[in-house]
C-alpha cells in the first residue's frame, strides 16, 4: 500500500491505525465503496484518501477470505440486500410498522437501512411514496455519537426525511412526564439543556420537551471539589461505603461514570477496589487483556502457540514472569534457590562458568524433565509449569483451539480452587478473587466466540485479536452484570441505564469538555456526502460535550454526585464549567476521610482506642469489647471473619522468640572472615546474620561477576600461568563474558570497556611491583586458616590472600585487589579489619610454606583499586589506586574479634545505621529503616 511519504513516520503507530478505521467506517457509512471512495479522494485532492481507498479494497478483500463483516460492511450490505425488489417484497410483507429507539444516534447508513425497512425508498419530499408505519423515538438533546458518524440534525430533519403518504411531513409529538427522576434533580439537570440551542424545533415544541413534570418529588444534586485526584477518590469511595451501609442503597444501584474510560477507570478501579467497594466493568471499557488476572494467561498462550520447532523457546524475562505469576506459584526465594541448584547442576556437570541463573530457569522451564531430580520443595511449580506449556503446545501443533489449550493452563494448576476458596470466605481477598474469575470466565467466553466466528484462525491470531483492542468495542468480551456490584463505567456506555445514585467522577476543565478535533491526521470528519464537509467547530463540540454530561446526569433517579479536582495552583487541576451549570454551588472539601467504612479501618480505629492513653478507660473498654465480637465471628466452615480483630494477629506482643539451637557452640571457635569482622564489629551485626548466617542476600550481581573474573586473571598471571600480555588476557575474558548477566546489552559493552582499563591498570602495578617497589611474588590466592586468642574468646580466621609478596628486607606484604567504585578513607584504611586478619594471619604462621618454612614478619598490607585511577602526583589514572596499612601497632585487632565473637555467641543482631544502608538488600527487614519499622512495631 503506498501511502503518502509524508505519512510513513507514523504507519506503524496505533494512533494511525484509528484514523484508517475512523476513514474506512465513515465510507462506509456514506455508501461509499474503494472506487467511489478513489474518485471522491481525486477530485478533493486528498492522496492520503486514495490510499486509504486502496487500503478499503484489500481490507474487504481479507474479510471475505476469512468469511467475517466488521459493523460498517454489515450495515452496508444490509442496505444493498434490502434494496433488491425481491428482498424489498418480502420485507413489505413481513412488517407492518417498524418502531426506532435512540434515534437521534442514528448515522447516515442506518438512516439508508431504515428507509428501507420502512419502505421510504423513494425522495424525502416525494408525496404518495410506499411505506409503512414508522415511529421514531429520540431526544435531540442526547445526541452524543458524532464520533461515531451520528449527527443530531438527524432527528430535527426526521419530519423531513420521512414525510407521510400524502406530502406532509411527519407529526412530532413530545413527551410531557419524567418518570426517572425525582422533581429536585429533574430541575438541575433541565438547567444544562438551557444551553444547547435546538433551532429546527418550533419553540412551542421545544418548552414542552424541555419542561416535563416529574412524577414525584425529591431527588438531589451535591457538587464536590478536591484537592488532589487521591483525596477525590477516597472521598467518592466514601459517598459510595456510606449510601451503601447507612442509608441501605445496594450496591448494583450505584453508578461512577467518567469521561475517559482509558484514562480514568484503571485509577478509580484500583482507589475504590482497595476501599472494599464491590465493582463490575464492561470488558468494552477495560481491555480483557489488562485484567490481572487475563494476563498470564495470554503470556503462557504465546509461549506455547508461538515459534516452529517442537521444543519450547521461552526467553529469561517471561519465564520469571511465568513462574512468580498465579500459574508459576512461585516466590522469590523458590527461584533463588532454583538458580542455585541449576547452576551447581551446571559446575558438576564440568562447566566451572554457568550462565546466569535466568537463563538457566528459562531452559529448565522449556524442559522440565531436567527439574526431576531436584527438590520439590523449590521445583515443583516450574516442573509442573513447564509439562503443562508443553501439553499446551502439543494440543495447538495437533490442530487445538485457543480456548482448549488455555483450559489445559489453568486447569492444571492450583490457581482456580485458590480463588473460590477466596472467593467463599469473602472480604477484600474475596471481592478480588471474585474479579479475577469474572475477568477468566470473560476471556474463556471470548476465546469461544472467536472461535465460532472465524473458524479456527489460531492460537496467535486470538492473541492479535486481543492485543488490538486498546479500547475494547467488541461485545464478546462482555459479562453478565453481578448481582450487588457498582457499575463503573464511561459516559457514553451509560446511555439507557439507570441508577439510584451516580457519581460524575473527573468533571475536569481540558478533559469534560474535551474539545480536541477527532480525527485530525486523515480527517475523516471532513468525508461529507456532497463533497467536502466542514469540521466540527469548537462550538459544536462543546455542544457535543455538554450533552455527554446531561446524559450522564440524567442517569440518576435519586442522588446525583459531581466531583472534580480544584488544584491551589492556577496552572493546576481546575474543575469543569459543567460543574455549576447544575445550579448548586460546589462544596470544597480539603482533605480525605477520616478514615475508610471498611472492616479493617474499624478494626485498625479501634485497636488503636485499646491502647491510647489518652482515652477513657470506658472508651478503651468498650472498644476492646468491640474487637472481641468482631473476632468471634466466624463463617459457616468455622473460619474467622475479622481475624485481624484476635490479638493473636497483632504484632509486637509477643517476646521476641530465641533458637533452641545456639548459631554457634561456645565450647568451638567462632569461625568468622575478614570481611565479616568488618561487618559485625563496623558496619551492621543484623546485616552480616541475615546475609551470612541466613543466606538472604539476593543473587550474585553482574558486579559481583566482574570481579570475580578479573581475581582469577589477576591469579593467572602473578602466579605465571598466564603470560602479562593485554591481549591474551582480553581473549581470557571474551570466553567468559557472556556468562556474565548485564541488564542490557549497552551496560555490557560498558562493563567490557571497564574491564579492559582494569587490565591495563593491573597489568603496569604488577611490572612495577616487581621492578620499581622490589617486591617478588610469592603466592596469589593463598588460603589461609588460623586460630587466635581474642579475649575471652577463641577465633578461627579463615579467608585467602589475593597475593603476596617479599619484599626486600624479607617481610611478607599482603594485597587485596578491589574492583568496587568506592574506596576507603585513610583513617579507615589504617584500622581496615580485613587487612588487620591478613597480617594477625602472617603473624600465626599463615604463609610459612610460602615462605620455606619460616614465619615472616608482617611488612604491611594494602588495597589495590583496580577500577580508580591514582591521583596524578602517584602515578595518574594509568596506575591504580594504592592504599596502605603499616604493620600493625597496638591490640585494636584482639579488641574488634572480641566484640565480633561476643555478638555472635550471644546472638546480639542489632542493626546500626550509616552509609551502607543505601545498598543493603534488608532494609524491608530492618527495624532500624521506616520500610521494616513493622516487624516490631
Not at 455508501?31 to 478533493?44: C, E, I, M, N, Q
Not at 424525502?124 to 438533546?141: K, Y
Not at 591514582?870 to 604493620?887: C, S
Amino acid at each position: 500500500m503506498r501511502w503518502p511519504e509524508e505519512l510513513r513516520a507514523c504507519l506503524t503507530t496505533r494512533g494511525f491505525a484509528d484514523e484508517v478505521r475512523a476513514v474506512l467506517a465513515r465510507s462506509r457509512e456514506l455508501g461509499l465503496g474503494p472506487h467511489a471512495l478513489d474518485a471522491f479522494a481525486r477530485r478533493t485532492g486528498r492522496p492520503d484518501w486514495r490510499a486509504a481507498a486502496g487500503f478499503l479494497a484489500e481490507y474487504l478483500d481479507v474479510l471475505d477470505a476469512q468469511g467475517v463483516l466488521d459493523y460498517a460492511e454489515l450495515v452496508h450490505r444490509a442496505v444493498l440486500l434490502a434494496g433488491e425488489p425481491a428482498v424489498a417484497a418480502e420485507l413489505a410483507g413481513a412488517y407492518d410498522a417498524v418502531y426506532v429507539d435512540e434515534y437521534q444516534d442514528t448515522d447516515a447508513a442506518q438512516v439508508r437501512l431504515l428507509r428501507a425497512l420502512a419502505g421510504h425508498e423513494g425522495a424525502p419530499a416525494a408525496p404518495g411514496s410506499a411505506g409503512r408505519t414508522l415511529i421514531a423515538f429520540g431526544d435531540p438533546d442526547q445526541s452524543i455519537y458524532a464520533f461515531r458518524g451520528a449527527d443530531v440534525n438527524g432527528i430535527l430533519d426526521f419530519p423531513e426525511t420521512f414525510r407521510r403518504a400524502d406530502g406532509t411531513p411527519a407529526p412530532v409529538a413530545v413527551l410531557g412526564t419524567s418518570r426517572r427522576s425525582g422533581a429536585g434533580l429533574l430541575a438541575a439537570t433541565r438547567r444544562l439543556t438551557r444551553r444547547m440551542p435546538l433551532t429546527r424545533l418550533p419553540a412551542r415544541k421545544v418548552r414542552a420537551h424541555r419542561e416535563p413534570s416529574a412524577v414525584r418529588d425529591g431527588g438531589r444534586v451535591e457538587a464536590y471539589t478536591y484537592p488532589t485526584a487521591g483525596a477525590e477518590l477516597d472521598n467518592i469511595a466514601d459517598v459510595l461505603r456510606r449510601a451503601h451501609l447507612e442509608d441501605g442503597v445496594p450496591w448494583s444501584e450505584m453508578a461512577v461514570l467518567v469521561r475517559a474510560g482509558g484514562r480514568s477507570i484503571p485509577a478509580v478501579r484500583r482507589a475504590l477496589t482497595s476501599a472494599g467497594v464491590p465493582l463490575d466493568i464492561d470488558g468494552d471499557d477495560l481491555p480483557l487483556r489488562h485484567e490481572p488476572a487475563v494476563a498470564p494467561l495470554l503470556t503462557a498462550l504465546r509461549v506455547a502457540a508461538s515459534g516452529q520447532s517442537a521444543a519450547l523457546s521461552i526467553g529469561p524475562e517471561t519465564a520469571i514472569d511465568l513462574l512468580t505469576s498465579p500459574l508459576g506459584g512461585m516466590d522469590s526465594a523458590d527461584l533463588r534457590r532454583l538458580g542455585r541448584a541449576l547452576r551447581e547442576e551446571e559446575r558438576a556437570a564440568g562447566r566451572p562458568l554457568p550462565p546466569p541463573s535466568d537463563e538457566l530457569i528459562a531452559r529448565a522451564l522449556a524442559e522440565p524433565e531436567r527439574l526431576v531430580a531436584h527438590d520439590p520443595g523449590y521445583a515443583r511449580g516450574a516442573q509442573r509449569l513447564g509439562l503443562l506449556l508443553r501439553k499446551a503446545r502439543e494440543l495447538l501443533a495437533g490442530g487445538g483451539t485457543a480456548e482448549q489449550a488455555l483450559w489445559e493452563l489453568w486447569d492444571g494448576t492450583p490457581w482456580p480452587g485458590r480463588l473460590e476458596r477466596a472467593a467463599r470466605r469473602g472480604g477484600a481477598a474475596g471481592r478480588n478473587a471474585d474479579r479475577d474469575l469474572d475477568a477468566v470466565v470473560a476471556l474463556f467466553e471470548t476465546a469461544a466466540r472467536a472461535e465460532e466466528r472465524t473458524g479456527g484462525r489460531g492460537a496467535l491470531n486470538f492473541l492479535e485479536e486481543l492485543d488490538a483492542q486498546d479500547i475494547a468495542a467488541d461485545t464478546l468480551t462482555r459479562r453478565a452484570v453481578r448481582p450487588d456490584a457498582v457499575r463503573l463505567m464511561t459516559a457514553h456506555r451509560s446511555k439507557g441505564l439507570e441508577w439510584r445514585l451516580v457519581v460524575i467522577a473527573g468533571v475536569q476543565e481540558g478533559l469534560w469538555p474535551d474539545l480536541r478535533r477527532r480525527g485530525s491526521l486523515l480527517e475523516a470528519d471532513r468525508i461529507g456526502r456532497d463533497g467536502l464537509a466542514a469540521p466540527l467547530t469548537p462550538g459544536a463540540l462543546l455542544a457535543e460535550e455538554r450533552r455527554l454530561f446531561y446524559v450522564a446526569a440524567t442517569r440518576a433517579r435519586e442522588r446525583l454526585v459531581v466531583t472534580a479536582v480544584k488544584a491551589a495552583a492556577d496552572d493546576g487541576d481546575q474543575p469543569s464549567r459543567f460543574l455549576t451549570e447544575l445550579g448548586v454551588t460546589p462544596q470544597d472539601v480539603t482533605g480525605r476521610p477520616r478514615r475508610p467504612l471498611t472492616v479493617a479501618a474499624l478494626v485498625a480505629e479501634l485497636r488503636a482506642t485499646t491502647v491510647d492513653p489518652d482515652a477513657t478507660p470506658a472508651l478503651r473498654a468498650a472498644a476492646a469489647r468491640r474487637l472481641a465480637e468482631l473476632a468471634a465471628l466466624t463463617d459457616d466452615d468455622g473460619h474467622p471473619l475479622v481475624p485481624a480483630a484476635h490479638p493473636d494477629s497483632w504484632w509486637g506482643l509477643h517476646e521476641p522468640t530465641r533458637n533452641d539451637v545456639p548459631l554457634r557452640d561456645r565450647d568451638r571457635p567462632v569461625v568468622l572472615s575478614g570481611s565479616a569482622l568488618d561487618q559485625l564489629a563496623n558496619t551492621c551485626s543484623l546485616q552480616w546474620f541475615l546475609g551470612r548466617e541466613v543466606r538472604a542476600e539476593p543473587p550474585s550481581t553482574a558486579a559481583q561477576g566482574f570481579g570475580n573474573v578479573v581475581h582469577v586473571l589477576a591469579d593467572e598471571v602473578a602466579s605465571g600461568r598466564t603470560p602479562a600480555d593485554l591481549a591474551v588476557l582480553m581473549e581470557r575474558l571474551d570466553s567468559v563474558w557472556d556468562a556474565l548477566a548485564f541488564d542490557a546489552p549497552w551496560k555490557s559493552r560498558q562493563e567490557k570497556d571497564n574491564a579492559r582499563a582494569v587490565l591495563e591498570r593491573f597489568l603496569r602495578w604488577h611490572v612495577m611491583e616487581r621492578e620499581t617497589r622490589g617486591r617478588e611474588a610469592v603466592a596469589t590466592e593463598h588460603g589461609f586458616d588460623v586460630t587466635l586468642e581474642a579475649g575471652a574468646y577463641e577465633v578461627r580466621i579463615r579467608g585467602s590472600m589475593d597475593h603476596v609478596a617479599r619484599d626486600e628486607r624479607g617481610r611478607a606484604y599482603v594485597v587485596d585487589f578491589k574492583t568496587g567504585k568506592q574506596k576507603p578513607t585513610g583513617p579507615e584504611v589504617a584500622r581496615h579489619p580485613q587487612l588487620a586478619v591478613y597480617q594477625l594471619a602472617v603473624r600465626e604462621g599463615a604463609l610459612d610454606d610460602a615462605f620455606g618454612g619460616r614465619t615472616p614478619e608482617p611488612g604491611g598490607a594494602e588495597l589495590v583499586h583496580l577500577r580508580l585511577g591514582a591521583p596524578q602526583k602517584e602515578g595518574g589514572d594509568a596506575l591504580p589506586a594504592v592504599q596502605a596499612q603499616q604493620p600493625l601497632d597496638g591490640d585494636w585487632v584482639g579488641e574488634l574479634l572480641a566484640t565480633a565473637a561476643g555478638r555472635v555467641l550471644e546472638e546480639r543482631f542489632t542493626p546500626t545505621a550509616g552509609t551502607h544502608c543505601a545498598h543493603c538488600a534488608f532494609r524491608a527487614s530492618c527495624s532500624a529503616q521506616p520500610e521494616g519499622r513493622q516487624i516490631v512495631e
